[in-house]
Nanobody
Framework: QVQLVESGGGLVQPGGSLRLSCAGYGFTLDYYDIGWFRQAPGKEREGVSC????????DYADSVKGRFTISGDNAKNTVYLQMNSLKPEDTAVYYC?????????????????????WGQGTQVTVSS
């Protein structure tokens, strides 16, 4: 069944970049919205970004707009999160998430909540 495996986290200085990967197993990107959430120390989990099935659209939390980019590779059934201009407040465990899409139409937008499947997370630490 559905399994999500994150990778790419690590330690980076402020202003640096990282690219996270989420490999999906037991499903295809055509039928699922994929997103990224994060949980920082002392904070609740936050929806960071999402990609609607069939690359219909993408969305981002205000805190990361202009710095993060979500993309997908259908051949590898993998979604990426490119993180640039990283700040200490970006420090968190980052989770890949997925939700089954029952209907699809052009221009449909993905939500930053309501995801059913979660990966185990990968740690991102931004520190000088």
């Amino acid at each position: 069944q559905v399994q999500l495996v994150e990778s790419g986290g690590g330690l980076v200085q402020p202003g640096g970049s990282l690219r996270l990967s989420c490999a999906g197993y037991g499903f295809t990107l055509d039928y699922y919205d994929i997103g990224w959430f994060r949980q920082a120390p002392g904070k609740e989990r936050e929806g960071v970004s999402c990609m609607a099935s069939r690359a219909s659209s993408t969305d981002y939390a205000d805190s990361v707009k202009g710095r993060f980019t979500i993309s997908g590779d259908n051949a590898k059934n993998t979604v990426y999160l490119q993180m640039n201009s990283l700040k200490p407040e970006d420090t968190a465990v980052y989770y890949c998430v997925a939700r089954r899409v029952s209907v699809h139409y052009p221009g449909r937008r993905c939500p930053l909540s309501g995801y059913d499947y979660w990966g185990q997370g990968t740690q991102v630490t931004v520190s000088s």
